[in-house]
C-alpha cells in the first residue's frame, strides 16, 4: 500500500533506526539523511525523537539545516516526533534555540520533568484511528500555544501532543517504539496526497 514512496528519515543522532523498521514494516522505503543530496526525491521525511540540540548542531554541521528548511517550506510532508517537534519549532518557551524554525507552534521542552518524565498512555486519537492508540513520553515537549493554522490532532492531561499545519505533523510522543502503525500511515497518507 505505502510501497512507492521513499520515505527520508534524518539519521543523525536518535531513534531513526526505530522509524527505518516501523517504515520498512509497511513497505515504504526508507533513505537515511546525512547529507542535503538525500533530500532529492523524497515523498516525506521524519525527524525522529532524540536530542534536539544534538540534532540542531548536527543539522549545522552537515550543512543540512538550511537546505532542509527550504525543502519543507516548499511542501516535503515532514513529521517530527519528540525532539523532532522541537526542531520544527517556531517558538520555543525554556530555551533561547530555534532549530528550523517551520511551525506555528510554541512548545515546551521536557514539559513533563526530565527524570519522572517517561510514561505511557492508551488513547484514541479520532482524527488518526478508531481504535485506542499507544502514545509512548519519553522526556517530552508538549505544545502550549498553536498559531490560527495549526489543528491540534491529539491532547492528552491537558496538554497539546499532536497538531498539524499544511505539509507539517509533530507529535510529542514515540509511535515507532510500539507496533502499532496508525500514526505513521496517518503521515504516509500525507506523504501520497501532500498539502
Ligand atoms: N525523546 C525525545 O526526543 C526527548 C527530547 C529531548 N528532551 C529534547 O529536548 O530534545
Redesign the pocket.
Known amino acids: 500500500m505505502y510501497s512507492g514512496l521513499n520515505i527520508g528519515v534524518l539519521a543523525l543522532q ?1 531513534a531513526f533506526r526505530e522509524h527505518r523498521a516501523s517504515l520498512e514494516s509497511l513497505n515504504a522505503s526508507v533513505t537515511e539523511v546525512r547529507k542535503a543530496k538525500h533530500l532529492e526525491n523524497l515523498d516525506g521525511i521524519i525527524l525522529p ?5 544534538a540534532i540542531g548542531k548536527l543539522l549545522n554541521q552537515f550543512e543540512l539545516m538550511e537546505p532542509l528548511r527550504e525543502k519543507i517550506s516548499g511542501g516535503l510532508p515532514v513529521w517530527g ?4 517537534m ?1 526542531l520544527l519549532a517556531k517558538s520555543i518557551e525554556n530555551d533561547d534555540r530555534r532549530h528550523l524554525d517551520v511551525m506555528d507552534i510554541s512548545v515546551v ?2 514539559g513533563y520533568g526530565r527524570q519522572l518524565g517517561s510514561f505511557g498512555v492508551e488513547q484514541i486519537v479520532p482524527a488518526v484511528s478508531e481504535k485506542p492508540i499507544p502514545l509512548v513520553f ?4 508538549y505544545i502550549v500555544e498553536v498559531g490560527k493554522d495549526v489543528e491540534v490532532v491529539c491532547s492528552a492531561d491537558g496538554n497539546i501532543v499532536a497538531a498539524k499545519q499544511d505539509n507539517m505533523l509533530a507529535v510529542s510522543f ?1 509511535p515507532e517504539l510500539t507496533p502499532d502503525t496508525s500514526f505513521l500511515e496517518y503521515f504516509l497518507n500525507m506523504c501520497k496526497e501532500p498539502a
Request: charge should be positive; include cysteine.
Open positions: 536518535g525523537g532524540g536530542e534536539s540540540t516526533t519528540c525532539a523532532g522541537i521542552r521536557n519519553i522526556r517530552a515537549p514515540h
